[in-house]
């Protein structure tokens, strides 16, 4: 489909868009009108990871073409946990840890929008304001009335959990009525006619645009990005050794810039159209690169990504930082672990740093990498697994341990 507004048009353009509920008449609003639109995002843990990114990017795009973006945090939904795309329950979370993750996350969107009161001025939303005061018979009867069972059963959400035969709680199974009572109240309060998500919220998102319909009588919108995976298939945001968190205090700024840097290939050029604000005309000459000059798009991706993310100094500063280690030969900047002088005397393997450190998931994993020539110590390459870290590995009080070309990491002894 052509579009015509400038907002449509960019998502189309770079791979954001899975399913739109009427792709026509939600261009022409927003080509004529500009429009709030909602993104949730429930506070189950302190910080978002980068699996997250493609809903804040499309929040950054909203507010960049003149809408206005809202950004909905799950003070009351993260009660209930939401079963969509999940195989077993969430834990459930008492309030004062929902309190406190949701305050690690607020913290994420300040690099990517501007906050205010002006009209494209984005706005940051507790659904608990509204759901912890809703009396529950009331609400069963004003609003559970309009909710289908038999329809609620055929959303992918909640039909894959049922083939798998996975529990899925009564509580779970309200979460899609309370998501779609969110997208009424915001309709009320702030206009919102447009719900954004990934493509696993589609039945929440249709469940609330026929509640809006039904109690409104509201022209509502929805649309859902694809799932998004690593060219390897791997869930994006998860990687062997973690999930890449967006704030800075859960993971450091040098191992996000080296997350972004050691992308796969084939995922350069989609990860620059959806992580980035480079123009689509830039991208497309960094897709004509091969080999090895592909490592520069790499390290563009990752130098942009973690500007948004981390700030454009600090994205310089991982880069100067990767060029002084990688190709100059020089330490300084590089992830560190201090060891007390005491435990490091006791003798510790090479299998066991490597894992403790992160450089490898689990140590056949490390067997395997050193085995295969991979790992070096001072940038010497070690081909014996049994390896003890000793005062005659040290320099200046030092060890560099390397897995491959781009993992590098300082093990200093206090």
């Known amino acids: 489909m052509h579009y015509t507004s400038d907002y449509l048009h960019i998502l189309h353009e770079r791979g954001f868009i899975q399913d739109i509920t009427d792709a026509t008449a939600l261009d022409e609003k927003m080509r004529d009108s500009k429009i709030a639109a909602y993104i949730g995002f429930d506070c189950t843990a302190p910080s978002l990871h980068v699996g997250s990114l493609v809903q804040i990017m499309m929040l950054a795009w909203l507010q960049k073409t003149g809408h206005k973006p809202l950004i909905v945090m799950g003070g009351g939904t993260t009660k209930i946990g939401d079963p969509s795309g999940k195989d077993e329950s969430r834990k459930l979370l008492d309030d004062a840890t929902i309190a406190d993750n949701m305050e690690g996350i607020k913290n994420i969107f300040k690099p990517f929008l501007a906050f205010g009161e002006g009209a494209s001025d984005a706005v940051m939303i507790n659904n608990d304001d509204w759901l912890s005061g809703l009396s ?14 038999n329809r609620m059963l055929s959303f992918e959400s ?5 083939e798998r035969e996975q529990n899925l709680s009564f509580l779970e199974f309200n979460y899609m009525v309370l998501q779609a009572y969110d997208f009424v109240e915001l309709y009320k309060r702030y206009d919102c006619v447009l719900q954004m998500g990934g493509s696993d919220q589609w039945g929440n998102i249709v469940s609330g645009i026929d509640l809006g319909r039904r109690i409104c009588d509201a022209s509502l919108f929805g649309l859902t990005t694809p799932l998004l ?9 998860k990687t062997a050794s973690g999930a890449v968190w967006l704030n800075k205090d859960m993971l450091s700024d040098w191992e996000y810039w080296q997350f972004w840097r050691n992308v796969a290939d084939a995922d350069v050029v989609r990860f620059l159209k959806l992580f980035t604000f480079l123009p689509t005309e830039e991208i497309a000459k960094l897709a004509a690169l091969q080999g090895a000059e592909l490592n520069e798009a790499k390290k563009i991706l990752a130098t942009e990504a973690t500007a948004l993310a981390r700030g454009r100094d600090i994205a310089s500063e991982m880069q100067n930082t990767a060029e002084r280690a990688f190709e100059q030969g020089e330490s300084a900047g590089l992830p560190e672990t201090l060891l007390a002088k005491a435990e490091f005397d006791k003798g510790l393997t090479l299998l066991d740093i490597l894992v403790t450190i992160g450089l490898a998931p689990s140590k056949s994993e490390a067997r395997r990498l050193i085995k295969g020539g ?6 010497a390459s070690i081909q014996d697994d049994k390896i003890v870290i000793s005062d005659d590995h040290m320099q200046e009080n030092a060890v560099k341990l390397s897995v491959g ?3 590098h990491h300082m093990l200093r002894i206090s």
């Open 405 to 407: 070309k781009k993992k």
């Open 136 to 149: 529950y018979i009331a609400f069963l009867r004003d609003f559970g009335r309009h909710f289908s069972v």
């Open 158 to 162: 909640v039909k894959s959990r049922l």
């Open 374 to 379: 991979g790992v070096k110590i001072n940038d």
């Open 229 to 237: 995976t690593t060219a390897s298939g791997a869930k994006m945001g």
